[in-house]
């Protein structure tokens, strides 16, 4: 018997994984940004540095941005890998997500329910 927990199709299951690998990246730096204060001075570095940030985009969301362009590229890649290449999830198939092992079955043909 096969116990699964989703049955998804290729495009769901490459959303599904940019969601996983970049959603905690972006959501760090919304809750850094929703507990962060705004203050004027001049800017002394005396404990941490790094939590310091000057009030512009690239400062705030450039290291962010970074750290979520190497699993984005690589899913990308995976993506858009052409059918004469022999890519990893080829076109229609369908990805089976599995409490037992293998936990993640790839069906290059419309599975069967069970």
Known sequence: ?????????????????????????????????????????????????SDARIDIPTSIWGDTLAWALYPFLVILVLYLTPQRLQPLIPEKAHIRLTIKRPFIKIESSKPAYP
Request: hydrophobic share 55%; charged share 10%.
């Open 1 to 49: 018997m096969y116990i699964y927990l989703m049955l998804l199709r290729r495009n769901h299951f490459f959303l599904l994984l940019l969601l996983i690998f970049i959603a905690p990246i972006v959501a760090y730096e919304v809750c850094w940004l929703a507990c962060s204060e705004k203050t004027l001075g001049v800017m002394c570095f005396t404990d941490h540095p």
